[in-house]
Nanobody
Framework: QVQLVESGGGLVQAGGSLRLSCAAS????????MGWFRQAPGKEREFVAR????????YYADSVKGRFTISRDNAKNTVYLQMNSLKPEDTAVYYC???????????????WGQGTQVTVSS
């Protein structure tokens, strides 16, 4: 298991930007595919973006494609989510997660961070 800690959330106006970071502990970070998910009040946790172990492959939910960018720095054991052109509907708690498989399904991810709140005002 890898321990994950998110940071970078906050309150931003619509159209603004935020960059989330997720720091991983352990020496095997590069062994994991990483994902970002989000959960709004009263809704199920949903996939946002994923990145492969090397960072060479990424995939996005349609709702964020073209606005969000996932990246990773294996030397720093960190994965990022750059969020631009934010909308009120992006308001949620954002979680990073680690998986052995390159998946979008929540159940494929075995390690989760505690989450960071992102609030977008209109």
């Amino acid at each position: 298991q890898v321990q994950l800690v998110e940071s970078g959330g906050g309150l931003v106006q619509a159209g603004g930007s935020l960059r989330l970071s997720c720091a991983a502990s352990g020496r095997t970070f590069s062994s994991y595919n990483m994902g970002w998910f989000r959960q709004a009040p009263g809704k199920e946790r949903e996939f946002v973006a994923r990145i492969s172990k090397s960072g060479g492959s990424t995939y996005y939910a349609d709702s964020v494609k073209g606005r969000f960018t996932i990246s990773r720095d294996n030397a720093k054991n960190t994965v990022y989510l750059q969020m631009n052109s934010l909308k009120p509907e992006d308001t949620a708690v954002y979680y990073c997660a680690a998986a052995y498989m390159y998946e979008t399904d929540v159940g494929a991810y075995g390690s989760w961070g505690q989450g960071t709140q992102v609030t977008v005002s209109s």
